[in-house]
């Protein structure tokens, strides 16, 4: 068992019992025993957005992505944080941070990779990608919501229609309201 597993368990047992400082304080004794461990900083980082404090959990990101450059999930995590968060400091390190993830073979990677674009307003590759990222998943939500979107964009307003009415009927989907919002004004 690696060091780190009994860190990252106690702390989400203490989560769970809603011990939060007690699992905060568990995250941060494993740092500090194991500097710079990935999953010790991705459960922490994955802490901090359920608690919806954006600004540590990217500063989390920052930290796991740094020790560990090649991981895809820390980078794409931070990726989409920043894009949520983001003004254009942090739209343009997105986009540096998504350049390997556009050609990954998993959804959610490309998805981040075109969503960056996206919100970057550089749609040229974003249709092909989130059209495979929806082949791939249809079932996922946010992958119908950021491709309704970028069909809206295109100006292709059936298509949009059909995707964002598809994430707008999906009650677990935080963005659901975005789409019934975007759906109602196309025409």
């Avoid at 060091?3 to 047992?13: G, M």
Wanted: hydrophobic letters at 45%; a positive charge.
């Amino acid at each position: 068992m690696p060091w780190n597993t009994p860190y990252v368990y106690l702390a989400r047992f203490d989560q769970l019992r809603g011990n939060s400082a007690g699992a905060l304080a568990l995250y941060q004794q494993g740092l500090k025993a194991i500097p710079g461990d990935l999953q010790l900083l991705l459960a922490l980082a994955g802490y901090y957005e359920n608690r919806r404090d954006y600004h540590d959990a990217i500063a989390t990101y920052h930290s796991a992505v740094t020790a560990n450059p090649a991981d895809a999930v820390a980078t794409n995590n931070l990726a989409v944080l920043l894009v949520r968060q983001g003004g254009g400091t942090q739209l343009k390190e997105a986009q540096k941070l998504v350049t390997n993830l556009a050609s990954s073979v998993v959804p959610a990677f490309q998805d981040t990779a075109v969503w960056v674009d996206l919100k970057s307003e550089e749609t040229g590759k974003a249709n092909t990608l989130l059209t495979k990222a929806v082949d791939a998943q249809p079932q996922v939500p946010i992958f119908q919501y950021h491709l309704g979107v970028a069909y809206h964009q295109k100006g292709n307003v059936a298509d949009a229609r059909i995707h964002l009415a598809k994430a707008a009927a999906t009650h677990n989907f935080a963005d659901a309201g975005k789409a019934r919002v975007l759906l109602r004004t196309l025409h």
